[in-house]
């Protein structure tokens, strides 16, 4: 599954706005992860339902099978393989809270094919089926999963029974031994026609530390980018930027992106060759060359790493400074109000913090995670091969 390291280390298309379907996230303490209230909302053909936020990643509440059986599972677009534990699983899979009874499902159908998937850290394994899947009400028929056997049990620790996978349907490959393309749940909700474009956006934003009271504070919607509102109800400031999917080969089947340059206060990194960097609901961090991060962090007295080999600064250094990103001629800054962590589940104490910064592993340039989307609306086109991006608004 997810690492814990991974989890702790351009105008807006009106095309999009037809078919749907919403559903906004709600923050909740990791020490109160509990289901949200059923209610929904519906806008035209947009349907809401609560989520979590767990300061480490979001997560969406599923359900399988006729009659429905729910799973919490962890929002992903660095993989393309969904997949829940199977009862039998229970000390091979950490015990998780839910657990899936293929029995008890009329609908259930399978051909056994395999399935493994490595992530940094970790791993599942078991095979394939097909199944109905709803979320809020809104039911996709015969929808590609996985049946989990055996996996590292590290979700169950943050509440998730599984992932929920939402990575380009090509990746798919290298998690079966016969190499098929497997259909994601988005594909599949365009294929049945329940919506007009094979797109899906996502907003996130901090939890507020004030009243750390369970509220709205992000949301997906599949079918298109966020539609238009009045002011009260705007997820965006601004126009959507978006930059191609990679070609560079080793990155092509994945949500990923050309760099051409990063900015760290007066100095800058330009990349002739660009450098390509992964854009990943389910990493935590934000993950940079290392010469990227050791200008980041120079001149900040009282820089330190833990054992893991995570930063931790004074939370309120005058000398951190901006981070910019430039691709396909846009250019995105993370402040260090943004990549210092300063309450919350990952804070260390009040006048040391951990950022969301780290040095990027040797198999990937970089690596966009939760730490960075946070602070921008993500727009996923799988019909256009590109990722957009543009500044949230502040949902209260």
Not at 33 to 58: F, Q
Not at 130 to 139: A, C, F, L, R, Y
Request: a negative charge.
């Amino acid at each position: 599954m997810k690492s814990i390291i991974f989890l702790i280390s351009t105008a807006i298309a009106a095309a999009y706005a037809s078919k749907l379907v919403s559903i906004p996230f709600t923050a909740v303490g990791r020490k109160s992860l509990k289901a949200a209230a059923s209610g929904r909302k519906k806008l035209g053909t947009i349907v809401s339902v609560p989520l979590e936020n767990i300061d480490l990643a979001y997560l969406i509440d599923i359900s399988i099978g006729t009659p429905p059986q729910l799973f919490t599972l962890l929002l992903d677009t660095g993989s393309s393989s969904t997949w829940v534990p199977i009862q039998a699983c229970g000390r091979y899979c950490g015990y998780p809270k839910h657990s899936l009874v293929p029995s008890n499902s009329s609908t259930f159908n399978t051909d056994k094919m395999l399935f493994s998937i490595r992530y940094g850290e970790g791993f599942s394994r078991g095979y394939y089926a097909k199944d109905t899947m709803t979320i809020n009400g809104v039911s996709v028929p015969q929808v590609n999963f996985a049946v989990s056997d055996y996996n590292d049990g590290d979700l169950t620790i943050n509440g998730a029974d599984g992932i929920f996978a939402l990575g380009p349907d090509k990746l798919s490959v290298y998690n079966n031994p016969e190499q098929k393309v497997i259909p994601t749940f988005v594909t599949t909700m365009f294929e049945e026609g329940i919506i007009d474009n094979n797109v899906f956006s996502v907003y996130f934003q901090p939890i507020d530390r004030v009243s750390e009271q369970n509220r709205i504070n992000g949301e997906i919607v599949f079918g298109g980018v966020f539609p238009s509102g009045s002011v009260e109800d705007r997820h965006i400031v601004g126009d959507i930027s978006y930059a191609p999917t990679t070609e560079k080969e080793e990155f092509k089947d994945y949500w990923a992106i050309d760099i051409d340059s990063i900015s760290v206060g007066d100095y800058t990194a330009t990349y002739e060759k660009k450098i390509a960097a992964m854009v990943d609901t389910g990493s935590t961090l934000v993950f940079l060359p290392r010469e990227i991060i050791s200008h980041v962090f120079d001149g900040v007295e009282g820089l330190r790493r833990d054992f893991s080999g995570q930063y931790i600064v004074p939370c309120h250094s005058p000398n951190l400074p901006n981070i910019s990103i430039t691709m396909n001629n846009v250019t995105l800054t993370i402040t260090p109000e943004n990549y210092v962590i300063t309450s919350g589940l990952l804070s260390y104490s009040s006048e040391s913090c951990y950022t969301y910064l780290q040095d990027s592993p040797s198999f990937v340039d970089a690596i966009l995670g939760y730490g960075f989307l946070q602070q921008y609306v993500s727009v996923y086109d799988n019909e256009n091969k590109r990722i957009g991006f543009a500044e949230r608004a502040t949902i209260q």
